[in-house]
């Protein structure tokens, strides 16, 4: 496999002898890139014959699964109930520590405080992967030989499960007020033209999250935002550890568990909290929201 090879071959690996039978979902169906999702009229995707198969199925679904799992991410995508693929809710587990402090004049009041593990261990250096995937799908939506061209090379490489290139910084934006939060993905890249090394920079909306990923671009102080830079010499993510929010919030009811319940596990979210109690999240009955 060679990097000049992708102008013919797979977008990813270059190779142009394998199988290439599925549709790519640049940005992971789990995270609301579907119909059913209601989040996106269209989903985004890359049609059959430019990624291959192996790449489809094994190396870039690695990276996808490490984002979707990312605990900043699974927190959002659980208290915003994205709903899986087929449907179900998913809870927000691995790496997430919750406690809930209750009002005790009005119990439907609650504050909501989170931590979410960011540390080498939490695979945040798949996540750039992933990052990586998505910035280059989608300069193939805007341009597809640019994407094809060398410059692209170590970005299509580090998608795949290779090094992470250097000068490469990871940001993570949180939302101004759990008021403020929209669900709908989307992705946007804007590279340097016609210049090499690459110079660009890509935002990717995703449960109410934004991730920018730059290369070659010192990172700005922005508020509320997280960065992780590339270390040159070990070429992994640098950078903050351990992230936390903060939800206050009022439910339009607050019921004690005696028991466990008989709400179907994939119609609710539970969050384990520090205490070992467990809070159980039901979506309430849709109602018509006006407009
Ligand atoms: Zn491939």
């Known amino acids: 496999m060679s990097h000049s090879a992708r102008i013919t071959g797979c977008l990813t690996c270059g190779n142009d002898d394998g199988r290439f039978e599925s549709v790519e979902h640049i940005i992971p169906a ?4 579907t119909e059913s999702s209601g989040l996106v009229e269209r989903e985004l995707t890359i049609p059959k014959g430019e990624i291959c198969t192996k790449c489809n199925g094994q190396r870039l679904s690695r990276a996808d699964r490490a984002l979707i799992q990312w605990p900043p991410v699974s927190v959002f995508r659980s208290l915003g ?4 693929r087929r449907g179900g809710l998913a809870d927000a587990v691995a790496g997430t520590a919750w406690r809930l402090v209750l009002d005790e004049s009005d119990r439907r009041n609650f504050s909501l405080h989170v931590d979410a593990n960011t540390s080498p261990a939490s695979r945040r250096d798949d996540v750039a992967r992933a990052l ?8 193939w939506l805007q341009d597809h030989s640019d994407a094809r061209s060398a410059r692209w090379g170590p970005i299509a490489n580090a998608a795949i499960g290779g090094e992470l290139p250097g000068g490469l910084a990871m940001g993570l934006v949180q939302p101004a007020s759990p008021f403020d939060i929209d669900f709908t993905p ?9 210049e090499t090394p690459l110079r660009f920079a890509c935002r990717v909306e995703v449960v109410g999250l934004v991730f920018l990923l730059i290369v070659s671009t010192p990172p700005t102080q922005m508020p509320r935002t997280h960065w992780w830079t590339v270390d040159d010499d070990t070429r992994t993510l640098e950078g903050a550890d351990l992230m936390w929010a903060r939800f206050d919030g009022r439910a339009e009811s607050a019921t004690r568990l005696t028991a466990p319940n008989s709400t179907p596990a994939n119609k609710r979210i539970v969050l384990p909290t520090v205490e070992g109690a467990h809070v159980q999240i039901t979506p309430g009955a849709a109602r018509d929201s006006p407009s």
């Open 30 to 33: 789990a995270l609301g890139n």
């Open 81 to 84: 109930l994205i709903r899986r």
């Open 132 to 139: 990586c995937k998505i910035a280059l799908e989608t300069r």
């Open 186 to 194: 989307n992705a946007d890249v804007l590279p340097t033209a016609n």
